[in-house]
């Protein structure tokens, strides 16, 4: 059984930074794809950034790009975000998410995630 295990959020200010963490287990994540997704209030879910677990190769969201840094390290299976320069804009539940890696998947649509923790909320207030 996978699961994947966020924690981190908070309540912070504009200009402030938090590090969530996603704790992954169940299965080797080699081969995989790890996202973190957010979801503001009324809105749908937005990828904002996504790594891949072999190579490392990084992919972001313009919205978050130069703020926001995905990492994973793999001898804990876990998959970070570091959140800098925070926006009230960026006030939403954030959501680890992974699939396999492979042709035909692009990992842009939350569809293609197969396995999603229970999200954590990040208050960025100004």
């Known amino acids: 059984q996978v699961q994947l295990v966020e924690s981190g959020g908070g309540l912070v200010q504009a200009g402030g930074s938090l590090r969530l963490s996603c704790a992954a287990s169940g299965r080797t994540f080699s081969n995989y794809v790890t996202a973190w997704f957010r979801q503001a209030p009324g809105e749908g879910r937005e990828l904002v950034a996504r790594?891949?677990?072999?190579?490392?190769?990084?992919w972001y969201s313009d919205p978050v790009k130069g703020r926001l840094t995905i990492s994973r390290d793999n001898a804990k299976n876990m998959v970070f975000l570091q959140m800098n320069s925070l926006k009230p804009e960026d006030t939403a539940v954030y959501y680890c998410a992974a699939m396999p890696a492979g042709p035909g998947r692009a990992g842009v649509r939350s569809y293609e995630y197969d396995y999603w923790g229970q999200g954590t909320q990040v208050t960025v207030s100004s």
């Open positions: 790594i891949t677990w072999s190579s490392g190769s990084t």
